[in-house]
Nanobody, 125 residues
Framework: QVELAESGGGLVQTGDSLTLSCATRLSTYSTSSMGWFRQAPGKEREFVAAISQADDSTYYGNSVTGRFTISRDDAKRAVLLQMTNLKPEDTAVYYC??????????????????WGRGTQVTVSS
C-alpha cells in the first residue's frame, strides 16, 4: 500500500511563498511519477504540477506556470512544490498524487494510482 505524507500547507498573504512536501517510502519514491492537484470549494479539481519518474521532466498547469516549481528531494524521499507569488485564487486543498512509472498525460487525474489526504493552502488578500 502506497502512503503519501503531505505537509507544508497553511495561511499566507498575497505575494508570499510556501513549499509543500510529499514524502513516501524509498521503494515508491524511486519508481514513481508524482505530482499535485488542487481543488477549491465549488470548483473542479485542477492539475498543478508533476514530475516524471523516467527523467524528472516537469509539467505544470497553465495557472501556475512560472510561479510554482516541482522538484525531488532525494534525501527526504519527497517531492516538493515550491509556490511563489501566491494569489487568493491559489486557495485550495492540495493533493499529492503518485503513479508507477510514467504517464502519457500527467494532467489527467485518472493517470494516478494513489492520492494523499490533502493539505489546505489559504492565501489572504
Amino acid at each position: 500500500q502506497v502512503e503519501l505524507a503531505e505537509s507544508g500547507g497553511g495561511l499566507v498573504q498575497t505575494g508570499d511563498s510556501l513549499t509543500l512536501s510529499c514524502a513516501t517510502r524509498l521503494s515508491t519514491y524511486s519508481t514513481s511519477s508524482m505530482g499535485w492537484f488542487r481543488q477549491a470549494p465549488g470548483k473542479e479539481r485542477e492539475f498543478v504540477a508533476a514530475i516524471s519518474q523516467a527523467d524528472d521532466s516537469t509539467y505544470y498547469g497553465n495557472s501556475v506556470t512560472g510561479r510554482f516549481t516541482i522538484s525531488r528531494d532525494d534525501a527526504k524521499r519527497a517531492v516538493l512544490l515550491q509556490m511563489t507569488n501566491l494569489k487568493p485564487e491559489d486557495t485550495a486543498v492540495y493533493y499529492c498524487v503518485q503513479r508507477w512509472g510514467t504517464a502519457r498525460d500527467y494532467s489527467d487525474a485518472a493517470a494516478y494510482n494513489t492520492w494523499g489526504r490533502g493539505t489546505q493552502v489559504t492565501v489572504s488578500s
